[in-house]
């Protein structure tokens, strides 16, 4: 599995310059930025050797212009939930869990981890992109690590998984990061027409997305839900005009 690193609207050129080193150093490439500043001379001093990694960033306007392509999203924080009902970072990942279905997946796709800024981490509206949650343990005192440590300390994590596995021969495709946003807007439409509680939808839809984030959704299984989805739409449809 490939692993892509990206960096949400990072806030100083000398920390993209940090990570690009420390990509470097575990084995890693595949950087994309979205909206960051210039990157100066900071960056490229810091970066020291692993300029090319640098030089070879992707910038994006956006977080779904980063992850197209990916078949898993994972967004990193070092504040965890303290609720199930604050499914924004509930139930999250440990690294060694991140590190172990990396592992179990046979897969060629992308798995895409996100970080946030340096002063406010991943947002809500990003945190809600995500197949799953990454908490980064961290001392309560302190609990806030600099944007370079928390990228070395994930990708250090998944340094020594093993490679080969992505290209195992009858690997399964698994569905791309588009391909189940579509399951979801289907669900959200189908939340519509069996007039779903406005209040309650946002949650439901939420907590649907880590569900199936977590469930690893193949090709043919989003194909599924869809199909079902679309049985369950005639049904209520075909019910509602014998009503009238």
């Known amino acids: 599995m490939e692993i892509r690193t990206i960096l949400v609207e990072p806030k100083l050129d000398e920390n993209i310059g940090a990570v690009a080193r420390v990509m470097k150093n575990f084995g890693f490439s595949d950087l994309y930025l979205v909206n960051p500043p210039d990157i100066g001379e900071k960056a490229m001093y810091v970066a020291s050797h692993a300029y090319d990694v640098l030089r070879a960033c992707e910038i994006a306007g956006s977080v779904e212009e980063a992850i197209e392509n990916s078949v898993i999203v994972a967004g990193t924080t070092s504040k965890h939930g303290i609720s199930t009902n604050k499914h924004l970072r509930m139930p999250f990942f440990s690294l060694q869990q991140l ?92 939340l519509d027409e069996i007039g779903y509680k406005e209040h309650k939808k946002e949650k439901t839809l939420l907590m649907l997305r880590r569900i199936l984030g977590r469930a690893e959704l193949t090709v043919r299984e989003v194909q599924t839900l869809r199909g079902i989805l679309r049985k369950a739409e005639w049904k209520v449809q075909m019910e509602n005009f014998y009503k009238d």
């Open 99 to 190: 590190k172990e279905k990396v592992e179990g997946i046979r897969t060629g796709g992308i798995l895409s981890i996100l970080f946030g800024s340096e002063d406010t981490g991943l947002k809500n509206e990003v945190l809600m992109l995500c197949d799953i949650v990454v908490c980064i343990p961290t001392s309560p005192s302190y609990p806030v690590m600099n944007l370079s440590h928390a990228v070395a300390v994930v990708l250090y994590e998944l340094s020594e998984v093993d490679g080969g596995m992505a290209a195992a021969s009858g690997a399964i495709k698994l569905a791309s990061v588009e391909a189940k946003e579509r399951l979801f807007m289907h669900v959200k439409t189908f």
